[in-house]
């Protein structure tokens, strides 16, 4: 027996690319959320970070399910990219990217917060006494002081977008090629009684996430010596 089929293919290259997809979408707006949610003294501070958390605690089905409804004809979602001319987003593959950015936000932005808080204030103070720029500052000063945390928040952010299934089932069903992603495709196998194929595809998981957890734990912290540079 071959190790994959022509199917099984189609969904670890869908899922890679979702991954990938969801990751960089992830970084962009989870940077300046978290550095925003380090430095604000807004009251609104303790209601966005629990907005942020939420996915932690919600099961995935209702995630979805209250993506579906936005993302309908007559929701918010729906309502606003029909105007755009884009049509309803629910079972295509930018709608399983919106879903996936929004159960994979928390596991982006808190490695990132806890990356910025760690740094202090006393880089920035340096950094404005030397008449540095706010972008002059975050690429040359928090970025490599925080690398670790933004390293960590992208392997979080992809890998458990590659094991989502909850919401990508919810959001975009089964269609070979456009949505089925590899844990759907496990779940196809098993419901044809194919445990050979499904073995094969789970074994595949397994490995990447130890390879991805071992990755993670050999991320070092800032060192003292690099933030006494500053």
Same mark, same amino acid.
């Given at each position: 027996?071959?190790? $994959?089929?022509?199917?099984?293919?189609?969904?670890?290259?869908? #899922?890679?690319? =979702?991954?990938?997809?969801?990751?960089?979408? @992830?970084?962009?707006?989870? #940077?300046? @959320?978290?550095?925003?949610?380090?430095?604000?003294?807004?009251?609104?501070?303790? !209601?966005?970070?629990?907005?942020?958390?939420?996915?932690?605690?919600?099961?995935?089905?209702? *995630?979805?399910?209250? =993506?579906? =409804?936005?993302?309908?004809?007559?929701?918010?979602?729906?309502? !606003?990219?029909?105007?755009?001319? /884009?049509?309803?987003?629910?079972?295509?593959?930018?709608?399983?990217?919106?879903?996936?950015?929004?159960?994979?936000?928390?596991?982006?932005?808190?490695?990132?917060?806890?990356?910025?808080?760690?740094?202090?204030?006393?880089?920035?103070?340096?950094?404005?006494?030397?008449?540095?720029?706010?972008?002059?500052?975050? $690429?040359?000063?928090?970025?490599?002081?925080?690398?670790?945390?933004?390293?960590?928040?992208?392997?979080?952010?992809?890998?458990? #977008?590659?094991?989502?299934?909850?919401?990508?089932?919810?959001?975009?069903?089964?269609?070979?090629?456009?949505?089925?992603?590899?844990?759907?495709?496990?779940?196809?196998?098993?419901?044809?009684?194919?445990?050979?194929?499904?073995?094969? /595809?789970?074994? #595949?998981? *397994?490995? $990447?996430?130890?390879?991805? @957890?071992?990755?993670?734990?050999? *991320?070092?912290?800032?060192?003292?010596?690099? =933030?006494?540079?500053?």
């Amino acid at each position: 027996m071959e190790l $994959f089929s022509a199917d099984d293919l189609q969904a670890i290259l869908l #899922t890679l690319k =979702l991954a990938t997809v969801v990751t960089c979408v @992830l970084i962009i707006i989870g #940077t300046p @959320l978290a550095w925003w949610l380090v430095n604000t003294q807004s009251r609104w501070k303790s !209601f966005v970070s629990a907005l942020v958390a939420l996915p932690l605690v919600l099961p995935p089905s209702v *995630i979805g399910f209250y =993506l579906l =409804l936005a993302m309908a004809p007559d929701g918010p979602i729906g309502r !606003f990219t029909t105007h755009l001319g /884009l049509g309803t987003l629910a079972f295509t593959f930018p709608g399983l990217v919106l879903a996936s950015v929004v159960y994979s936000l928390p596991f982006v932005v808190q490695p990132i917060h806890n990356a910025i808080d760690a740094l202090g204030k006393r880089p920035l103070e340096v950094a404005a006494t030397l008449r540095a720029g706010p972008w002059d500052t975050f $690429f040359n000063v928090v970025l490599p002081l925080a690398a670790p945390g933004f390293i960590t928040a992208a392997v979080l952010g992809f890998a458990h #977008t590659v094991g989502e299934f909850g919401v990508v089932l919810m959001i975009g069903g089964n269609i070979p090629g456009v949505t089925r992603v590899v844990s759907v495709q496990i779940y196809d196998h098993v419901e044809a009684l194919d445990y050979g194929r499904a073995h094969m /595809l789970s074994l #595949t998981m *397994i490995i $990447f996430s130890l390879l991805v @957890l071992a990755a993670l734990y050999s *991320i070092g912290k800032p060192s003292a010596h690099k =933030l006494n540079r500053y």
